[in-house]
């Protein structure tokens, strides 16, 4: 029988969480780097036993971390990114020069088909690639100095390159997002890169014509159907048949198209999920009532509650703290700012916390292993 493994990044530590297929029974590891940010924890689809994090501190810096035995041991790996060539500049509404400053790695993207590569997206808005299991890193530089980027703006979180996709068809296209820039694609490996915000509003921005600028917080895309992706931005959830070629709101009935991930179905690449938040000051769900929220291919979203607590909730979920499993039928997994790990083994319909009381999460991925 397969069996699940849930990494789980949080504010003090990493922990991975584990069970047999039937996924009720967890077991749990960690914490893993007691003490420190884990802003994400990938595992490698080429090696189940790959496993990088990446490690934070205001003292120490960026760190990335790398198991080879599922999380069981880790050592610290290359931890030199190096922007290439000039650093450049962005420029404020106002037109006040703003210089690149880097922070941290937001988000690890491993390979499909090679565990010793992993692209890694930064703050302020670059994007690495490692080929040799992140021992070294080279920035992919097309993207930070494109034409557009002089103007684009940090979000509340900081100018973060926080989604990185790579098309499972075509492996010379990326999809990335960056908050507050937008969405963009590759064809091309890297090289050069496109802005694909058509069709996007938001009411933050002078110009709303502008091809970058807006506040994406999450595009997520079924291998099945490479030019269809899904986006939970800063207000309004979209989606876009021809790559991003033009987007179109699917906010439908929700209580509020304010959040932070998205999620579509492992198996039914028409199903989405996100977690409504009430407001962009007020980041929690609406009336305290915990809901994950399902589209079956339209603009109507139906309630997901049960197993969910529905009154004087107070907790977010962070962007990168949603996943699916692989498995039949379908899991999908999401965790909060309380520290609460929640899965649901059966396409969302009911839910049952895997653990409480964690640090706060910023991450979570679900691993299925033979």
């Not at 922007?83 to 988000?107: C, M, N, S, V």
């Not at 299991?133 to 103007?151: C, D, F, I, K, M």
């Not at 962009?280 to 997901?304: C, F, I, N, T």
Request: some cysteine.
């Amino acid at each position: 029988m397969s069996r699940i493994r849930v990494l789980v990044g949080t504010r003090k530590g990493a922990f991975v969480l584990s069970a047999d297929g039937d996924r009720r029974n967890w077991e749990v590891s960690g914490p893993h780097f007691g003490g420190w940010e884990i802003y994400h924890v990938a595992a490698s689809p080429a090696d189940p036993n790959r496993l990088y994090a990446s490690q934070s501190s205001g003292w120490f810096g960026q760190v990335i971390q790398r198991s080879d035995d599922g999380g069981a041991t880790w050592s610290p790996v290359g931890n030199d990114f190096t922007y290439e060539g000039e650093a450049g500049q962005h420029l404020w509404y106002d037109g006040t020069p703003r210089p690149f400053e880097f922070k941290r790695i937001w988000h690890l993207e491993p390979s499909r088909d090679d565990p010793d590569t992993v692209y890694a997206g930064a703050e302020d808005a670059a994007l690495f690639r490692s080929t040799d299991g992140a021992q070294t890193w080279q920035e992919l530089p097309a993207l930070r100095t494109h034409p557009s980027a002089p103007s684009w703006q940090p979000g509340a979180g900081g100018m973060c390159l926080h989604t990185i996709i790579l098309d499972a068809a075509d492996p010379d296209r990326i999809f990335v997002a960056i908050s507050a820039a937008g969405a963009f694609r590759s064809d091309d490996g890297g090289k050069s890169w496109l802005p694909i915000n058509r069709g996007l509003r938001s009411g933050e921005i002078p110009d709303q014509d502008s091809e970058v600028g807006h506040c994406v917080h999450r595009i997520v895309q079924h291998p099945s159907r490479p030019d269809v992706l899904f986006m939970q931005k800063h207000w309004d959830v979209l989606r876009t048949d021809d790559a991003g070629g033009q987007w179109r709101e699917i906010s439908g009935n929700l209580p509020s198209d304010f959040g932070f991930p998205i999620a579509v179905h492992p198996h039914d690449p028409e199903t989405v999920y996100v977690v409504p938040i009430k407001s962009d000051s007020e980041h929690y769900p609406p009336e305290g009532k915990l809901r994950v929220y399902r589209s079956r291919g339209g603009e109507e979203w139906e309630a997901l509650t049960n197993g969910l607590p529905q009154s004087n909730c107070y907790v977010n979920v962070y962007r990168d703290a949603m996943a699916v499993d692989t498995l039949d039928p379908g899991g999908v997994y999401f965790g909060t700012t309380g520290g609460q790990v929640y899965g649901s083994s059966d396409g969302g319909d009911t839910w049952a916390p895997i653990v409480r009381d964690l640090p706060a999460v910023l991450s979570v991925e679900a691993q299925v292993l033979p």
